[in-house]
């Protein structure tokens, strides 16, 4: 991490704001535009609106040629703008503004937007993450395989005070959870199968560096019920080795296969694959700004 003398003031600023993400509302531009303009950031253009006019919203900030591009946003807000930003010279700030914030919580630890976007204008500084891939799409925190993950919609669900779709989600997800195992192959010698798979980057593996050039597979052995929210929390920032029915290898490339389809979460966000994928590591993904520690 370097400071690399960012002058975000003299940058080229926009912001992105996701009002149906359940973390912000319609006052939330108003509120940012004043905390940017407390940091000396006048000169910045935003958008605003629900969930149907975000893809507007990034098709016109790309026309812009942005430096900085602050997102507020839910799991799927932040990775549509991880994604878009891949290999530019853009710095992305990621605020959290949804139920799981994995990336933002990552990036700033469990705090508002607000805070994390005051503490990080005080004093910028720029971050290269690396990631993981699964056909075209991306992720930076960590990819959960299995039916566990299911649980993810469930709490989702309930956030939104849909609780009888929590409720369907959720038995879903507990009927689910014994009948999937996943096949899993990392190399000749670290293959199996497993009730959870999950595959962690560098930002949030307690075992390796930011710098370090590889993900971290965990194959799980599920007990029990009672264990399926624990671990699904436990997914986001790689604390694994709390459990002790867990493989652990460091790899590049994890292929996952089940007989039927497999339930698969990329950031908290879920993917479609069908019964087979390759997760592979992506060096360099994306530039993002933090707080200079």
């Not at 914030?101 to 805070?115: F, H, I, K, T």
Request: glycine share 10%; aromatic share 6%.
């Amino acid at each position: 991490m370097t400071s690399a003398d960012l002058d975000v003031p003299k940058l080229k600023v926009g912001c992105i704001i996701n009002t149906s993400s359940g973390g912000c509302g319609s006052k939330s531009e108003a509120e940012m535009l004043g905390i940017l303009k407390d940091a000396c950031v006048t000169n910045c253009k935003t958008w605003c609106g629900e969930s149907d006019q975000i893809e507007r919203a990034f098709a016109e900030a790309a026309t812009y040629k942005l430096e900085v591009l602050v997102v507020l946003g839910g799991d799927g807000t932040i990775r549509t703008a991880a994604e878009a930003y891949t290999g530019t010279d853009t710095y992305l700030l990621p605020l959290p503004g949804g139920t799981l914030n994995m990336l933002p919580r990552a990036l700033y630890g469990d705090v508002s937007w607000q805070e994390a976007l005051k503490n990080t204008l005080a004093n910028p500084a720029t971050k290269g993450l690396s990631g993981g891939r699964v056909g075209e799409e991306l992720f930076f925190v960590a990819a959960v395989v299995g039916a566990p993950g299911l649980w993810m919609e469930a709490r989702e669900a309930l956030r939104e005070g849909d609780i009888l779709d929590a409720v369907h989600k959720g038995g879903i997800a507990f009927e689910a959870m014994f009948d999937t195992t996943i096949q899993y192959f990392i190399s000749p010698e670290v293959s199996g199968e497993a009730e959870v798979v999950t595959v962690i980057c560098p930002l949030v593996s307690e075992q390796m560096s930011d710098s370090e050039q590889t993900l971290e597979a965990a194959a799980i052995a599920v007990a029990n019920a009672a264990e399926v929210l624990g671990l699904v929390t436990a997914a986001a920032f790689g604390k694994w080795r709390e459990n002790k029915r867990v493989t652990l290898s460091k790899t590049d490339r994890v292929t996952v296969k089940s007989s039927s389809d497999i339930p698969l979460f990329l950031d908290g966000e879920r993917a479609n694959v069908g019964k087979n994928a390759e997760i592979t590591f992506v060096p360099k993904a994306v530039n993002v700004i933090v707080p200079l520690t």
